[in-house]
């Protein structure tokens, strides 16, 4: 399978490529040429196999230069690193509510079930290419991404890897992950404004070629663990292709039935992986899109005008603070007949103006497969304490937002179609927040909130969490946003000496 630049489909690169590129010269983003379907006795094969096992079968269908073989080791060594016995359990909290939960990984987010894989993935595809520079791994995080990449990076031969995240746009539990990141290969940078700055800066980064020159001067050949570069996407899809399963080896559905997908969406990577698993064959009704007041995709699902001028909150679910939403370009380019130059025109007017539209056509097909809606800050806390009491069941505050948009979506449509909440992150990385929720008392200091929130809920504090003050913060320095492109050529600078 060929893999195609969304801004020129004369571009074509094997998967190995895309991994080890992350980003078409073009600045486009790659996609499969096409996308290959699961039929029932695959669906039937599927549900008797472990998880592992699972994504390995999904994967080997998008990345033919890989073996399933290779491929089942990748995934039986990455979720090895997960606690308890499903890396990504189906919990049945109401009749026909679900909750996917995503975070029992290093890092106690869902980023960690793409970029635990992505490592072995680049590694490989690194000697498929016959790639002989160092890989540079270069990373803007909203505040999970980068934590569970420089977890999945760390000390891995023949990459480095830099992170840029927001000094005062992520929980300061995410903060101090970062901060305290192990490894020999690691740096990690704060940076004076939000995470749109941050991922701005690097996609120029990836775009100018007197850069790249400059990095590949130095040893260093860019990549990227952002969900921009296919191999860390293409683990996503296997975890809703799971879900299906889970539920019809149940006896909650039959295979064919329909369910609803409700995902907290940011950079739009999580809840696209739902719409590929869907054309692979998922059951899929509705796919609905959960913002949190940074609600610009809300607006543009219901205008058809994506636009970024608009003000930039600091919410209790850091991680959805995006403006500028990457993947959307992916699933734009499906729904647009696969239309390259319209794409392109699109990228350039959002860069150049800020925005751009789409038709009418467009958007009603959109609509017929997501819905939308988005949860303000005391719908989000008021969720998190309502399913606390109702449900026995704790969330942090980006799961939240999806249950309020779910519970919206509900009231207006009367929707009985099976729903499951994708839910991304450990209550315990938002403490401060999810304290306040449930007690109705702010505790600024994460580490006490954190044992008020265990002695309120009774919910054991995860493994990698509960240790986190005890180690060394490395990482300190923060950064004029204008100044990224020196630091990450600085940094390139020393390793070479």
């Known amino acids: 399978m060929k893999y195609i630049s969304t801004r020129n489909k004369e571009i074509k690169v094997t998967s190995a490529q895309a991994i080890v590129n992350g980003l078409s010269n073009d600045g486009g983003l790659f996609v499969p040429e096409t996308f290959p379907k699961l039929e029932k006795e695959d669906f039937d094969k599927l549900i008797e196999m472990s998880y592992p096992e699972r994504a390995a079968k999904v994967l080997s269908m998008y990345l033919d230069d890989f073996s399933y073989e290779e491929l089942l080791d990748y995934t039986t060594k990455a979720y090895s690193r997960f606690y308890g016995e499903d890396p990504c359990p189906l919990v049945n909290i109401d009749d026909g509510l679900y909750v996917l939960e995503l975070w029992h990984g290093p890092t106690c987010a869902f980023k960690d079930m ?99 020159d400059k990095l590949l001067a130095n040893g260093y050949k860019l990549s990227s663990a952002n969900s921009i570069n296919w191999g860390r996407l293409a683990p996503q899809i296997a975890y809703y292709v799971s879900a299906y399963c889970d539920m019809i080896s149940s006896g909650k559905i039959e295979y064919g039935d329909k369910v609803n997908f409700c995902v907290p969406s940011g950079n739009f990577g999580n809840i696209l992986a739902a719409y590929y698993a869907s054309l692979m064959g998922v059951g899929v009704n509705k796919l609905i899109c959960a913002s949190n007041v940074n609600n610009v995709l809300t607006d543009f699902f219901n205008t058809g005008e994506y636009n970024t001028h608009r003000d930039f909150h600091k919410t209790v679910s850091p991680s959805m603070d995006i403006l500028i939403s990457s993947n959307l370009e992916r699933l734009l380019f499906e729904f647009c007949g696969r239309d390259d130059k319209l794409m392109s025109e699109r990228m350039n007017s959002l860069k150049k103006e800020g925005k751009y539209n789409v038709s009418v056509d467009e958007l009603n097909k959109l609509n017929r497969i997501f819905a939308v809606g988005y949860a303000t800050e005391e719908d989000t806390l008021s969720v998190i304490d309502s399913s606390l009491e109702v449900y026995d069941y704790l969330m942090d505050t980006h799961t939240a937002v999806a249950t309020s948009v779910y519970y919206d979506y509900y009231d207006t449509t009367d929707d009985q179609t099976p729903t499951v909440i994708v839910s991304t992150a450990n209550a315990y990385k938002f403490p401060c927040d999810v304290y306040k929720a449930i007690a109705d008392e702010y505790v600024e200091d994460a580490k006490k909130a954190t044992k008020k929130l265990f002695s309120f809920s009774g919910e054991e504090v995860p493994v990698p969490l509960a240790d986190l003050d005890k180690k060394q913060i490395r990482f300190t320095k923060i950064i004029n946003k204008a100044n990224i492109a020196d630091e990450v050529l600085n940094y390139t600078t020393l390793e070479k000496k």
């Open 114 to 212: 793409a970029l635990t894989m992505l490592p072995h993935l680049l590694s490989a595809a690194r000697k498929k290419t016959g790639e002989t520079s160092k890989t540079l791994i270069l990373v803007a995080t909203s505040g999970d991404t980068g934590k569970a990449a420089l977890e999945g990076f760390k000390d891995v031969e023949g990459t480095d890897i830099i992170v840029f995240y927001p000094s005062e746009g992520v929980s300061d539990m995410q903060k101090l992950q970062m901060m305290t990141q192990e490894g020999e290969n690691v740096f990690v940078c704060a940076i004076e404004g939000n995470f749109d700055d941050a991922q701005s800066a690097v996609k120029t980064i990836f775009n100018d070629k007197d850069m790249q």
